[in-house]
């Protein structure tokens, strides 16, 4: 039987208003800050529409730890991703686990295999009943009942590891190129902004995401969060944090990389719970808001000119011309290694440094 999930009188308001208050979905069009708009429902949810949601690691983990165990210690994520998954289902979307299972895998953050997570996230989705999640979503119900648990032995050793791939280590690089300049002291902002982008406009693919992050961690606008153990004096944690938020940021590169292609008959969404992805994605969007953005939170226009002038535009010299993949990943994965070599340096340093 064909599951289905009912609404009744104002339900469907309800949940919108759930799912746009807590910012959980984005797409360049229809929710460019994370909130719908009840005008685009005949539009998107046409039935000629694919939609594939794409989900970070902090919405696929609580599915999954829901599906093997049907709850949550806190009451509140709970209705949240319930919440989260009666939406998808009601814009008639799938959702896909796959990055998030890359990142547990690459990082052996998980005590289970991806193979194992990605069974508990299907079975959530596609056997635990939309009804239920409707339910728990509502405060009707605060568990999934035993008998729509995940109970299978899963005997496949399958990981999903990531390696040298190119947009996660050009990510590490640059956030590593801004743990160093985070611990340069007595710099201006601006200062500090103009001297990433004219290293990474030389040496990288441009990335909005991480152009964004540079310029808000820089500034330090509200709720930015710098990559964690960024000012230790511990190098393995200072390298563990920019792995980190290389990460974060990759998801939202990885995501562009399908919406800049997407057609009318194909949407691809982003689901994230995370304060620092949410704060990037609502600079960039819609698509050419960032150039505006940069000249809002740094106030020296004719600094941002200069940059844009001598590297942007027809003055653009793109890295990378001519290499196939492989020579890509090893140019970057040696200007990695070389951030990482400035930063051990630093770090052994323990002189004081400001932030």
Same mark, same amino acid.
């Given at each position: ?23 959980? !979905? ?12 009840? !005008? ?40 949240? %991703? ?14 896909? !686990?796959?990055?998030? $299972? ?7 953050? +998980? ?10 996230? $299907? ?19 605060? !568990?999934?009942?035993? %008998? ?19 947009? &996660?280590?050009?990510?590490? *690089? ?75 940021? +990759? ?13 009318? /008959?194909?949407?691809?969404?982003? *689901? ?11 600079? %960039? ?9 940069? /000249? ?7 600094? $941002?000119?200069? $940059? ?29 290694? +070389?951030?990482?070599?400035? &930063?051990? +340096? ?10």
């Amino acid at each position: 039987m064909e599951d289905f999930v009912i609404f009744i009188d104002d339900e469907i308001d309800v949940l919108l208003k759930f799912i746009n208050r807590s910012q959980l !979905c984005f797409h360049p069009k229809y929710a460019p800050e994370g909130q719908f708009s009840s !005008c685009d429902y005949p539009e998107l949810n046409a039935p000629e529409r694919n939609k594939l949601i794409i989900a970070d690691n902090n919405i696929v983990s609580p599915i999954c730890e829901i599906s093997r165990v049907g709850s949550l210690r806190d009451d509140g994520q709970l209705q949240k %991703i319930a919440a989260f998954v009666t939406w998808s289902r009601f814009i008639h979307a799938q959702v896909s !686990c796959g990055i998030g $299972l890359m990142e547990n895998d690459t990082a052996h953050k +998980s005590t289970m295999l991806g193979e194992e997570r990605k069974q508990l996230f $299907l079975h959530a989705l596609d056997n635990i009943p939309m009804q239920i999640w409707k339910e728990i979503a509502f405060g009707v119900r605060d !568990c999934v009942p035993d %008998i729509f648990l995940f109970k299978k032995n899963n005997e496949d050793k399958t990981n999903y590891e990531l390696k040298d791939d190119f947009v &996660l280590i050009s990510n590490e *690089a640059a956030t590593a190129k801004i743990v160093q300049i985070l611990r340069m002291p007595y710099k201006k902002p601006i200062d500090k902004f103009i001297e990433f982008m004219y290293w990474y406009a030389d040496n990288f693919v441009i990335a909005e995401s991480m152009v964004m992050y540079a310029a808000l961690v820089f500034a330090g606008i509200n709720n930015t969060s710098y990559p964690k153990g960024s000012n230790s004096k511990d190098y393995e944690t200072v390298i563990k944090g920019i792995q980190n938020q290389a990460w974060d940021i +990759s998801y939202i590169t990885f995501w562009s990389q399908l919406y800049y292609y997407e057609t009318e /008959y194909n949407h691809f969404l982003f *689901a994230t719970d995370d304060i620092m992805q949410k704060q990037i994605i609502i600079h %960039i969007f819609p698509p050419g808001k960032s150039y505006h953005t940069l /000249y809002s939170i740094f106030k020296e226009h004719k600094k $941002l000119d200069e $940059l844009y002038l001598s590297k942007f535009g027809s003055a653009r010299k793109r890295p990378f011309q001519g290499m196939n993949e492989d020579k890509k990943i090893a140019q970057i994965t040696t200007l990695r290694d +070389s951030m990482y070599a400035d &930063l051990k +340096s630093i770090v052994k340093d323990t002189s004081p440094r400001l932030i």
